[in-house]
């Protein structure tokens, strides 16, 4: 009796194979929308022993902007063998993956970083860019349009024999090239391997869109939340400032009038008794709080700008000289210096004077044992002229966590005040179509105003 043995189809061995490494592949990518990791996913996945497709590979992703192709990836065969099978053994039923650590070597390689530093022109006459890019197929470096090229290289300086280049697409778009070559082993690409680069790209590029576009809605769902709770957290502001604003203008009368009656009972009182301490605290007290609810008041009313012609040199002069005692009793040395006048500003000389009065008085205020207050003007010509006024003091300067918080309302380092001279001299300056900034020198905090001077 003969026993018939059983015919073998190696094409059709061979393209179950196929089938099932796309399928072990697509699992593999539908398993996370972290775009960094499907990356190092799709290439890891190409280049590893168990999958014998290719040595090396390497991903670039369009630029729309630029309209380059710009390097993100490449891996080779010593840095793929991190991959872990997922769900056990069945190619069918399995996954793989890649852990953190396998991601950052990969990422830090000689070999990545060079690909990163890769870009290419899409706009060039070189016809392998133009066949992947604009008819989207697969271009083999030993192909007749290579061959007769001699416009550009392509990845020649990455890819020094043989290689291959498939296309990324979405939505009939490339948007990326993975390219693909055998180095160690100088193994030729075969056209099975071509057939399979093009399929496997398909899917790639459909994967990396759907990450991309993941990525998208999850930045516009933050965006909008963070507006969403902007516009309540104005609102709640809105509110307490208008219960503010009329809560401060319910006590000035009352405070006024027990300032004014301290005020007469003080000066009918005799030097030297317990009385007129008394009455002198209350004086000193309703003057601390009327100067309080005045600030709250001028920050909770929309401001009225009146734009002159001002003379910023004008105007800190004045500053200076109002503050002349003030210095004295604290023993300030007070610089400044102004060049290359004159300095034309176009504002309301009112408001400015209040910025730079504040600014100056808080130098003073970190200083009560003496120190050097410097100021100076200087001009940018950077396009539009520009005014520089610069205020440092040598008081120590800002603690580093309280500085970028300086500018906000009811913020203050002081053990006094209401923490709304800043915020209301950052309004002015904003109002004025300026900035201000402040930061630590050695000796103390220097305060930066720039304004837009008239031509």
């Known amino acids: 009796m003969r026993v018939h043995e059983p015919l073998q189809h190696p094409e059709a061995d061979n393209r179950l194979s196929e089938l099932t490494l796309l399928y072990q592949f697509s699992k ?12 190092h996913l799709i290439l890891t996945a190409i280049t590893t022993p168990s999958s014998n497709l290719f040595e090396r590979a390497i991903l670039f992703m369009r630029n729309e902007k630029s309209n380059v192709l710009q390097g993100m990836l490449g891996v080779t065969r010593q840095l793929s063998e991190g991959l ?8 069918l039923g399995s996954r793989w993956d890649i852990s953190d650590e ?36 697969v271009c083999h470096s030993d192909d007749d349009v290579c061959r007769k090229c001699q416009t550009c290289h392509f990845v020649g300086h990455l890819c020094t024999g043989s290689f291959a280049a498939a296309p990324l697409v979405a939505r009939e778009t490339a ?10 082993s100088g193994r030729e690409i075969s056209n099975d391997n071509l057939h399979f680069l093009q399929l496997f790209a398909n899917q790639a590029g459909m994967a990396i869109e759907n990450s991309m576009l993941y990525n998208r809605i999850e930045d516009a769902h933050l965006n909008l939340r963070d507006a ?11 509110a307490i400032g208008e219960m503010a604003a009329n809560l401060a203008h319910e006590l000035k009368n009352p405070l006024i009038t027990i300032g004014g009656f301290a005020g007469r009972l003080l000066k009918s009182l005799p030097a030297e008794t317990r009385e ?58 007070i610089s400044f210096s102004s060049e290359s006048p004159p300095w034309m500003v176009s504002g309301d000389a009112h408001q400015l004077k209040q910025v730079f009065l504040n600014l100056i008085l808080n130098s003073c205020d970190a200083m009560p044992e003496g120190g050097e207050l410097a100021l100076t003007l200087e001009k940018v010509s950077s396009g539009k002229k520009t005014v520089i006024v610069s205020i440092e ?18 913020f203050t380092t002081k053990h006094h005040g209401t923490g709304l001279g800043l915020a209301i001299a950052n309004r002015i300056i904003l109002n004025h179509f300026g900035s201000i900034e402040a930061c630590n020198k050695e000796r103390g ?10 031509e």
């Not at 948007?175 to 160690?184: A, F, H, Q, W, Y």
């Open 84 to 91: 872990q099978i997922v769900g056990g053994r069945d190619a």
């Open 276 to 333: 007129r301490r008394y009455a002198d605290t209350i004086v000193s007290e309703v003057g601390r709080l009327e100067k309080m609810l005045a600030e709250i008041l001028a920050f909770s009313r929309k401001p009225t700008i009146c734009f002159t012609s001002c003379d910023l040199e004008e105007i800190i002069r004045d500053c200076l000289s109002s503050c002349a005692a003030t210095f004295e009793d604290h023993n300030i040395k």
């Open 445 to 454: 905090v220097v305060f930066t105003i720039m304004l837009p001077l008239l």
């Open 28 to 39: 593999t990518m539908l398993s996370t929308i972290r775009l960094n990791k499907l990356t």
């Open 228 to 238: 969403r709770e902007r516009l309540l957290h104005g609102e709640r502001l809105a």
């Open 175 to 184: 948007i990326g090239v993975i390219v693909v070559d055998n180095p160690d």
């Open 393 to 410: 003091d040598t008081g120590g300067g800002i603690p580093k966590e309280m500085l970028p918080q300086i500018f906000k309302p009811f």
């Open 102 to 137: 396998i991601i950052s070597r990969q990422r830090s390689a000689e070999f990545c970083l060079q690909v990163r530093l890769t870009r290419i022109e899409i706009d060039t006459a070189c016809p392998m860019i133009h066949q992947i890019v604009s008819e989207r197929s």
